[in-house]
């Protein structure tokens, strides 16, 4: 059962089922477009700076100007980007991406392991780190492709003497900076002010230059470079655009609260191009886990919308103060990244008046691929209904379309889709179709009039607050302690986070305990990723050939 695009001329709101690719070429033709048209407007703001769309253009050119002319770093190297929401990040993707290079977006709480993987596979020539996360870079850097590293401090962009007080601040009153030892690293202001020398070339990117390397775990296994073209990104903010046009007032500046790390695909899609392409203001949240910290920026703020994960969402809500928050507004919430929940999204329609619109995406898929419509009145349970230019159809095992209310494995074909995975040649393989069409590894319906719901997931992917974790890795990692015999890993609903890590592990060492074995799993994962429960058992169950029966370990719970 394929849902062709024509059904959607019968949507309401009569948005069209084609976008025009043709409109732009590449990101940097979105951004010169709002820097034309929005120059002397807010673009992002952070800790109490901002910076307008004409100093985004010249930071960005600046920087620019330093990683093609002074690093001679060529069009389609590969740079990673190690960054918090701060005034830099955007600076430095839209820098790297004029340089015609591919951005490795990187999560600044990887451990050693985690990131040497990243660099090593990407082969990054270059990396801009916030000098928080420095110590992490110079653990692995000398066993990488990195031959440039560009360090940058928490209060670079907010004007003296508010930088000079805020580094001085996180350095020695807070002493959030380990110690560190590279040679020949860059300071990102010397590397601003060096980069105005250089001329910079036109690169004329094309849809099919490679925008980002975007990191995920795919269907199964170890992380794989999801290969995001320019084009990928251009559909994908086109289509997101379409749903979104209805609820913008163009003669206005619309302001968004951004508190999702840009470094995910959901906030650097929706928040950062999308919002671009109108004008908009990004507000960063540089750390939304301090709820009340967070509740403090935006209690005073006049924002139109806010995008978010299910556990954000609901963090806020139990955070006193946050009833108090200026809704008057707002009239967009949009939850992706993982399910909402009902109990969730029906007090966020009590406390801020919006209804909070949950839609759907992938890494591999740009992100977005439903939407519910922006003008919704009630959460629905649902994940909407297929943006512009995409087709969605519901297969069974046999990769068969089923009829509508029949549960099958949720498959996308459209524009917005990955070109494949970086150098993993067969693991593209598994989830494209002959058709062309992507396997999500998702378990959905599709109802008469659209709408899509998601029911199971077929991949034994773990989702904590929004993020991927895949049971082999956790295995990996907790197989190679020296008393663990056998390990399984697997997730457990939890209230808070959508789902926690679990593991069930079979002791070499019989005294082998909790405590210690948490202890090393924090050294080696992120702390998302980090197992909350810890279950000692004798023997893990098998399949007759030695296949660990993951579901009968999560039934035990």
Not at 177 to 191: C, G, L, R, V, Y
Request: glycine residues 8%; aromatic residues 8%.
């Amino acid at each position: 059962m394929t849902i062709e695009p024509p059904w959607l001329q019968h949507y309401e709101n009569g948005v069209p089922h084609e976008i025009d690719l043709s409109e732009f070429n590449s990101i940097v033709e979105i951004l010169d477009g709002s820097v034309a048209k929005y120059a002397d407007r807010p673009a992002f703001s952070n800790m109490g700076r901002t910076i307008t769309y004409r100093e985004l253009d010249e930071y960005s050119a600046s920087l620019a100007g330093y990683l093609a002319g002074k690093l001679k770093l060529q069009r389609g190297d590969r740079i990673a980007l190690m960054l918090p929401n701060v005034l830099q990040y955007p600076i430095a993707i839209f820098a790297a991406l004029r340089a015609g290079l591919t951005v490795v977006n990187t999560n600044p709480l990887y451990t050693a392991r985690e990131l040497k993987h990243q660099l090593k596979d990407s082969g990054a020539r270059a990396i801009i780190v916030m000098e928080n996360f420095a110590s992490t870079v110079a653990a692995v850097v000398e066993d990488t492709h990195v031959e440039h590293v560009i360090i940058t401090q928490l209060g670079d962009m907010l004007g003296f003497p508010k930088s000079l007080i805020t580094n001085l601040v996180v350095r020695h009153v807070k002493k959030l900076i380990p110690k560190w030892e590279m040679n020949h690293t860059t300071q990102f202001s010397d590397a601003l002010k060096q980069g105005r020398r250089y001329k910079l070339a036109d690169q004329a990117l094309t849809h099919d230059d490679l925008a980002f390397l975007q990191y995920t775990g795919g269907t199964t296994g170890v992380s794989k470079g999801a290969m995001l073209t320019h084009g990928n990104l251009v559909a994908n903010t086109l289509q997101s655009s379409v749903w979104l046009e209805p609820s913008v007032d163009q003669s206005q500046q619309v302001s968004i609260v951004t508190a999702l790390p840009l470094y995910h695909i959901f906030a650097l899609t929706a928040n950062c191009l999308v919002f671009m392409k109108y004008g908009g203001h990004n507000h960063l949240i540089t750390n939304p886990r301090d709820m009340e910290g967070f509740v403090e920026i935006i209690k005073d703020l006049k924002f139109n919308a806010i995008t978010g994960v299910n556990t954000l969402f609901n963090g806020l809500l139990n955070t006193p103060g946050f009833e108090s928050v200026d809704f008057s507004e707002m009239n967009l919430t949009l939850g992706g990244g993982m399910a909402v929940q009902r109990s969730v999204a029906e007090e966020w329609k009590r406390v801020t008046g919006t209804t909070l619109i949950e839609a759907y995406g992938l890494t591999e898929t740009s992100p977005a691929v439903c939407i519910n419509p922006m003008d919704l009145a009630e959460y629905n349970g649902c994940i909407g209904v297929p943006i512009s230019s995409t087709h969605v159809d519901v297969r069974d095992e046999d990769g068969k379309s089923v009829g509508f209310d029949e549960p099958g494995e949720l498959c996308i074909k459209g524009p917005q889709v990955m070109r494949g995975y970086w150098q993993r040649d067969e693991e593209t393989a598994k989830v494209m179709t002959e058709d062309g069409f992507l396997k999500t590894g998702d378990i959905a319906v599709m109802y008469a009039g659209g709408f899509c719901k998601i029911v199971d997931r077929k991949k034994d992917m773990i989702l904590v607050s929004g993020f991927n974790v895949y049971p082999n890795e956790i295995e990996e990692v907790v197989a190679a302690h020296p008393g663990v015999l056998e390990v399984a890993a697997v997730g457990l609903p939890d209230e808070k986070s959508g789902e926690i890590v679990k593991i069930c592990v079979v002791c070499k060492d019989p005294n082998l305990n909790e405590k210690d074995l948490k202890a090393y799993c924090k050294q080696e994962l992120t702390g998302y990723k980090v197992p909350r429960v810890i279950v000692f058992m004798d023997e893990l169950p098998k399949t007759n050939v030695g296949k660990i029966l993951r579901r009968e370990l999560r039934d035990q719970t």
